[in-house]
């Protein structure tokens, strides 16, 4: 495997059940992101995790929550969610050197569909 | 409140022609920018970036220009391609400390190239 890898690609779950997202980097990379693509809507930053500690939390509701156990495997934890939160959701991650490029590197995307 | 935005939804230029893509923001404390490319169904590849220090990048058929005082960047794709088709993101970085890594994105322009 190359670049970063996101699984499911594709979850349709109900609003009572609890599912999660996973991704896995293999760039070497210190840096992990969570965003969520609607409909219409620019990229949406969630969550960002720097060396395994969690940076930045985007005022992101409690029914997500993201579990980073090591630099290369992020996680996306979903309980009850509602048929608004059925979106794109794409990992990336970056390598984090200030004054460097700051390109991140995003995987495909896990189309969820909340029923 | 929107800081990097790109007013036009879509772009059609027949192949073989320049297709200029526009940007404009308004946090004057980005220090660096990306365009991303999209096909359905993928995650966002990263194309090319410029630092606020440069003016032009170039990289083959694509030219990123950024005009500071305009708050404005633009993606030159000469000669375009039917292959160019594709979403094109505009990202921008914020350079202070507390948001390092923090890339903001905006709503995406679809390209569509014909023979």
């Known amino acids: 495997e190359t670049g970063v890898t996101q699984t499911p690609r594709h979850l349709v779950m109900g609003m009572t059940n609890k599912k999660s997202l996973k991704c896995e980097q293999h760039?070497?990379?210190?840096?992990m992101y969570w965003y969520k693509q609607s409909a219409k809507k620019p990229l949406e930053l969630m969550f960002v995790?720097?060396?395994?500690?969690?940076?930045e939390n985007n005022s992101v509701p409690s029914r997500f929550s993201p579990e980073c156990p090591n630099s290369s495997h992020l996680f996306l934890h979903l309980h009850t969610l509602q048929p608004e939160d059925s979106a794109l959701y794409l990992c990336?991650?970056?390598?984090?050197?200030?004054?460097?490029?700051?390109?991140?590197?995003f995987g495909p995307g896990t189309r969820l569909t909340v029923t | 409140d929107q800081q990097v935005k790109q007013n036009s939804p879509s772009l059609s230029v027949q192949e073989g022609r320049i297709s200029i893509l526009n940007c404009d923001y308004t946090?004057?404390?980005?220090?660096?920018f990306l365009w991303y490319k999209k096909y359905p169904a993928e995650g966002p590849t990263f194309l090319i970036s410029?630092?606020?220090?440069?003016d032009k990048n170039e990289d083959g058929r694509f030219t990123v220009f950024l005009n500071k005082s305009a708050k404005h960047l633009s993606l030159h794709i000469v000669p375009s391609q039917p292959g160019d088709s594709a979403v094109y993101f505009c990202?921008?970085?914020?350079?202070?400390?507390?948001?390092?890594?923090?890339?903001?994105f905006g709503r995406g322009t679809q390209l569509t190239v014909w023979p």
């Open positions: 990336a991650s970056s390598q984090e050197l200030t004054g460097q490029g700051y390109e991140q590197y």
């Open positions: 760039l070497g990379h210190n840096a």
């Open positions: 995790y720097n060396f395994k500690e969690q940076t």
């Open positions: 946090n004057s404390m980005f220090d660096y």
């Open positions: 410029i630092s606020s220090i440069k």
């Open positions: 990202a921008a970085h914020d350079g202070r400390g507390s948001t390092l890594g923090r890339l903001y």
